[in-house]
RNA sequence: GGGUGCGUCGCAUAGCGGCAAUUGCACCACGCUGUAGACGUGGCGCCUUUAUGGCUACGCAGGUUCGAGUCCUGCCGCACCCA
């Protein structure tokens, strides 16, 4: 893998880029979609290449589990099971040990605006480390360990111990472009103590992933692995985290973990720690995409995107309108009789074709085609979103 | 003509003396940010000062009871069976 910086704004940290990767290159800023099962949701791979989309991120986790990391192997690889000629990336599992442990246990995402609505609380106070969980229904299903991650399957209950080193190993299997290093996705619940506690540990992680990994002499040619700064809402462990991971050698950066309670204070994490991490490698912002988010990033220096927020958005039935990221809930009754495609000056298959009034009538019938529809016209909006920002620079 | 059973919030259901009344569907609103998510949460008689509030309600009319969707009588309607 290799990353080369074409253009710099002057406006702002903001730059053009491409990732040259053994499947192809990524134009950056670029927003990847997720395909957590080796499938984007409901898409084809042709759909997909229609939009535009150059790469795709999969998940080692849910692979691992489900065909099996050795499966994928023997059939070729990812690329070849999925059919998909183009660059993947891979997540390490690191964020399942949020998804499936603290998110479960606090009720909340990472993003902590999206605060829950069960019972009265107002307010969360943090959760210190080890707290015990008083509500069964809520039991998690990743306990965290030196070692690594023991998981319980969620599909059968299974244990599964997740370590850096076999996550190196099954993301070789996988043999996505660009890999991430194993991590802890920390809740924005978590006090300082903890974070600072899961950071370090993680720490210890990224050495042992870089230890596992394979360096080979062409850059090009092999997998290219990203190192991912923690550190939560804390300007002290960011900044720590920042220089550490930075200073690792990495073929790219990823900011994870929890981004704060606001929008505002995911930027100043932003202005925190992307200025530390080496400038000519490529930097990653793990899991986000409304478009608001999008543009504040690119402006701090972030060079590209995951997040299933337009894929999920889709399915649900809500379609992205606005370059503002404002959605149209399309499945909503008010739309029963619209003849109006959801957005006019789009140019996608389900704007170029089908009325909100069709699309709203296939999601009332549960029809499969609603779903798809309304995530081909939200990952074309992602994608157009991108071409601008690219223009821009 | 005789008999049996049944009539509950748009539809379908529960309810067997303390009930504005269960559940499903439909409908409505909101939420979703490295996918346990084609999902989740809430609402769904009317009114209001939104409350340990008022009113009106389980085919219709009476009755028993402190209290009736629930028990009794009659009527109406529907279904099935026997003539």
Known sequence: MNFKVLKKSKKSRARLGIIETPHGVIHTPAFVPVGTQATVKGLTVDQLKNIGVESLLCNTYHLYLRPGDKIIKKLGGLHEFMNWDRPIWTDSGGFQVFSLGAAIEHRVGKVASIFPKIGNQKSHRPIRANEPITDHHHEKFARIMEEGVEFRSHLDGSKHLLTPEKSMAIQKNLGADIIFAFDECTSPLHD?????????????????????????????????????????VFKDLRVKSAKFIGALDFDGFGIGGSLGKSKKEMYKILDWTVPLLPEEKPKHLLGIGSAEDI??????????????????????????????????????????????????????YACQNFSRAYICHLFKAQEMLGPILATIHNLHFMEKLMERIRKTI
């Open 192 to 232: 300082y103590q903890y974070t600072k506690k899961s950071l370090e540990r993680t720490h210890r992680w990224a050495t042992r992933c870089l230890r596992t990994f394979e360096h080979r002499t062409s850059n090009l040619e092999r997998q290219g692995l990203f190192g991912i700064v923690q550190g939560g």
């Open 295 to 348: 543009l504040e990033a690119v402006e701090r220096g972030i060079d590209t995107f995951d997040c299933v927020l337009p894929t999920r958005l889709g399915r649900h039935g809500s379609t992205l309108l606005t370059a503002s990221g404002v959605a149209l809930d399309v499945k909503s009754g008010r739309y029963a009789k619209d003849k109006k495609p959801i957005d006019k000056k789009c140019g996608c």
